[in-house]
């Protein structure tokens, strides 16, 4: 079992996340342990195609990396859900949405505005924005990847021919998959990084994961692929997004 250990207490928060902070800041004698990770052998591709009448929805994070999965979609009608400015740049293959704010009432209008412009939705790839100012933080944004989830549902009920129908949560949890937690024994038992509290904040990122977990339970009757991905942040966006495309077309569905 896992020793007891003292938590770091994390420096003030500086915008977003309060009620975060405050949890975190009143942990003092924490049990922790975390799951060990183990290489894989890569997945088993289908060969599954993309309908250019079913575009592929994917969440801007205001990286490369949003770009690089435009490019590694092959085939794929992309469109890109943008927070913030409209003067954001364009990006080759797909085309911009802006969503006007976090609300639920934004996000329906802007997936009914997508499905009777470009189609009905075969695909959706969620990312944590950075690109939303106003409302950047992670509980907010994981309500949203909930909201999406309802509204984008109906659609990915259809088939899509020669592919099928996908909901993807991409998140980067930061410190190797420990979720913010150091390593302190051969047992499993770790710390708080008292250096990075932001990493254990940022851990609350991983929920997507739980949220793919339950729409895979629930969809997957219907031939909807629900997959959790949490991206190493020492990989490049562009090895990134092969792996994300790789996921994509993994037989294990």
């Given at each position: 079992?896992?020793?007891?250990?003292?938590?770091a207490?994390?420096?003030?928060?500086?915008?977003g996340d309060?009620?975060a902070?405050d949890?975190?800041?009143?942990a003092?004698?924490?049990?922790?342990?975390?799951a060990?990770?183990?290489?894989?052998?890569?997945?088993m591709?289908?060969?599954?195609?993309y309908s250019?009448s079913?575009?592929v929805?994917i969440v801007?994070?205001?990286t490369?990396l949003t770009a690089?999965?435009a490019?590694a979609?092959?085939?794929?009608?992309?469109?890109?859900?943008?927070?913030?400015a409209?003067?954001?740049?364009?990006?080759?293959?797909?085309?911009?949405?802006h969503v006007?704010?976090?609300t639920e009432a934004?996000?329906?209008?802007?997936?009914?505005?997508?499905a009777?412009?470009?189609?009905a939705?075969g695909?959706f790839?969620?990312?944590?924005?950075?690109l939303d100012?106003?409302?950047?933080?992670d509980?907010?944004?994981l309500r949203w990847a909930?909201?999406?989830a309802?509204h984008?549902?109906?659609?990915?009920a259809t088939?899509?021919?020669?592919?099928r129908?996908f909901?993807?949560?991409?998140a980067k949890s930061?410190?190797g998959?420990?979720?913010g937690?150091?390593n302190?024994?051969?047992?499993?038992?770790?710390?708080?990084?008292?250096?990075?509290?932001e990493l254990?904040l940022a851990a609350q990122?991983g929920?997507?994961?739980?949220?793919?977990?339950?729409?895979a339970?629930?969809?997957?009757a219907?031939?909807?692929?629900?997959?959790?991905?949490?991206?190493?942040?020492?990989?490049?966006a562009?090895?990134a997004?092969?792996?994300v495309?790789?996921?994509l077309?993994?037989?294990?569905?």
């Amino acid at each position: 079992p896992a020793a007891p250990m003292r938590a770091a207490r994390p420096v003030a928060p500086a915008a977003g996340d309060k009620d975060a902070h405050d949890a975190l800041n009143a942990a003092s004698d924490v049990d922790l342990t975390y799951a060990s990770t183990e290489p894989i052998e890569s997945p088993m591709s289908l060969g599954l195609s993309y309908s250019t009448s079913r575009p592929v929805l994917i969440v801007d994070d205001g990286t490369d990396l949003t770009a690089q999965l435009a490019g590694a979609l092959n085939g794929a009608k992309v469109i890109v859900l943008t927070f913030g400015a409209k003067s954001a740049s364009p990006i080759s293959g797909a085309t911009r949405v802006h969503v006007a704010d976090r609300t639920e009432a934004a996000l329906e209008k802007c997936i009914a505005e997508v499905a009777k412009s470009h189609g009905a939705p075969g695909g959706f790839i969620y990312q944590h924005s950075a690109l939303d100012a106003k409302s950047s933080d992670d509980h907010s944004q994981l309500r949203w990847a909930m909201l999406a989830a309802k509204h984008i549902s109906p659609h990915l009920a259809t088939p899509v021919a020669g592919g099928r129908p996908f909901f993807v949560g991409l998140a980067k949890s930061g410190n190797g998959g420990r979720l913010g937690v150091h390593n302190a024994g051969p047992a499993g038992l770790g710390a708080f990084d008292k250096h990075s509290p932001e990493l254990v904040l940022a851990a609350q990122r991983g929920a997507i994961f739980g949220l793919c977990k339950t729409l895979a339970l629930e969809w997957g009757a219907r031939g909807v692929l629900c997959r959790g991905v949490d991206l190493d942040d020492a990989l490049s966006a562009p090895a990134a997004a092969r792996h994300v495309a790789a996921e994509l077309q993994c037989a294990d569905g």
